[in-house]
């Protein structure tokens, strides 16, 4: 069981379950109003720590820096949805809600804390609330928190000894970040087909007819044959043509690579702090000094 000494080393301090997963950090604590104990501890769990969920803190142990349950991740988060602002107690049909939860017998945890001896931790010390009887032996509102631990603790103190001072007290935000997947890309490859125009030179043969006059040089060439007669010669003419032929060659590798980009985002949320209002107080050299908040 965690002692009301170690409340500050559990408070904003992380939360691990039973496989030794961090579950959130521990935020309130809230302790019986009969014997000031600490009885339930609230954990921010979610996206930004936006859900806080109710833990039984009888069983944790206070290990280093963290608070160890004894109980899964999944467990705490599916905790029934508590108001942890909704007067500072717990309804004793909220805690017979989250006893069920945790599979905790309410008359079973109630016989425990009353055995006589060391065993039963309801004898021990005096609340910091006033607590409320049923006729089940219970408190209407068993738990007082802690979220304002140090400021019920000083109102507690400032009851019972002649310390004339309060301590204001004051939430302040935290945001942190989590990675989450936001999308896939893939490479995908698929074949198309386009057009592609290239020019050529080709070449072709062609007639052209070639006259020469009868000389010295050629004349027993050209008196040759018959005298007078029919003949033809043939010249065969030819030329070039395009032909066409693909090759694949590779031209270049592509792949994906990721680039962590920083940039702000804007969070906001609501913070709660006490107010300390002076009423009563004439002091004619400070006409405003009455109702001055701090």
Same mark, same amino acid.
């Given at each position: 069981?965690?002692?009301?000494?170690?409340?500050?080393? +559990?408070?904003?301090?992380? *939360?691990?379950?039973?496989?030794?997963? %961090?579950? =959130?950090? @521990? %935020?309130?604590?809230?302790?019986?109003?009969?014997?000031?104990?600490?009885? !339930?501890?609230?954990?921010?769990?979610?996206?930004?720590?936006?859900?806080?969920?109710?833990?039984?803190?009888?069983?944790?142990?206070?290990?280093?820096?963290?608070?160890?349950?004894?109980?899964?991740?999944?467990?705490?988060?599916?905790?029934?949805?508590?108001?942890?602002?909704?007067?500072?107690?717990?309804?004793?049909?909220?805690?017979?809600?989250?006893?069920?939860?945790? =599979?905790?017998?309410?008359?079973?945890?109630?016989?425990?804390?009353?055995?006589?001896?060391?065993?039963? !931790?309801?004898?021990? &010390?005096?609340?910091?609330?006033?607590?409320?009887?049923? #006729?089940?032996?219970?408190?209407?509102?068993?738990?007082?928190?802690?979220?304002?631990?140090?400021? &019920?603790?000083?109102?507690?103190?400032? @009851?019972?000894?002649?310390?004339?001072?309060?301590?204001?007290?004051?939430?302040?935000?935290?945001?942190?970040?989590?990675?989450?997947?936001?999308?896939? +890309?893939?490479?995908?490859?698929?074949?198309?087909?386009?057009?592609?125009?290239?020019?050529?030179?080709?070449?072709?043969?062609?007639?052209? /007819?070639?006259?020469?006059?009868?000389?010295?040089?050629?004349?027993?060439?050209?008196?040759?044959?018959?005298?007078?007669?029919?003949? #033809?010669?043939?010249? /065969?003419?030819?030329?070039?043509?395009? *032909?066409?032929?693909?090759?694949?060659?590779?031209?270049?590798?592509?792949?994906?690579?990721?680039?962590?980009?920083?940039?702000?985002?804007?969070?906001?949320?609501?913070?709660?702090?006490?107010?300390?209002? *002076?009423?009563?107080?004439?002091?004619?050299?400070?006409?405003?000094?009455?109702?001055?908040?701090?």
């Amino acid at each position: 069981m965690i002692a009301r000494e170690q409340i500050h080393a +559990v408070l904003d301090h992380p *939360v691990y379950d039973a496989e030794g997963k %961090k579950v =959130g950090d @521990a %935020k309130h604590i809230f302790v019986d109003d009969a014997t000031g104990l600490p009885e !339930w501890v609230t954990v921010k769990t979610g996206m930004f720590g936006t859900s806080e969920s109710f833990v039984p803190i009888k069983d944790a142990a206070l290990v280093d820096d963290h608070l160890e349950v004894p109980y899964p991740k999944s467990t705490i988060k599916d905790a029934p949805n508590v108001d942890v602002d909704a007067g500072g107690h717990l309804s004793e049909s909220e805690e017979h809600r989250l006893f069920d939860h945790y =599979g905790i017998a309410w008359d079973d945890a109630w016989q425990q804390a009353n055995q006589p001896g060391e065993g039963g !931790w309801a004898h021990g &010390g005096t609340g910091t609330g006033t607590a409320a009887g049923t #006729e089940t032996g219970t408190a209407t509102g068993p738990m007082g928190t802690a979220e304002g631990f140090a400021a &019920g603790g000083a109102a507690g103190r400032a @009851a019972h000894t002649d310390d004339d001072a309060m301590t204001r007290s004051e939430e302040q935000m935290h945001v942190g970040v989590e990675r989450t997947e936001a999308g896939r +890309v893939r490479l995908r490859k698929y074949v198309v087909t386009e057009e592609v125009q290239q020019t050529v030179p080709v070449s072709h043969e062609e007639v052209r /007819i070639e006259r020469e006059p009868i000389t010295d040089a050629n004349r027993d060439e050209a008196l040759s044959g018959a005298e007078i007669t029919e003949a #033809e010669h043939e010249v /065969i003419l030819h030329e070039e043509r395009p *032909v066409v032929e693909t090759r694949t060659v590779p031209v270049e590798r592509v792949s994906l690579k990721a680039d962590e980009v920083v940039e702000e985002q804007t969070v906001s949320g609501e913070v709660r702090k006490e107010e300390i209002e *002076v009423e009563g107080l004439e002091n004619p050299d400070d006409p405003d000094a009455r109702g001055r908040k701090y």
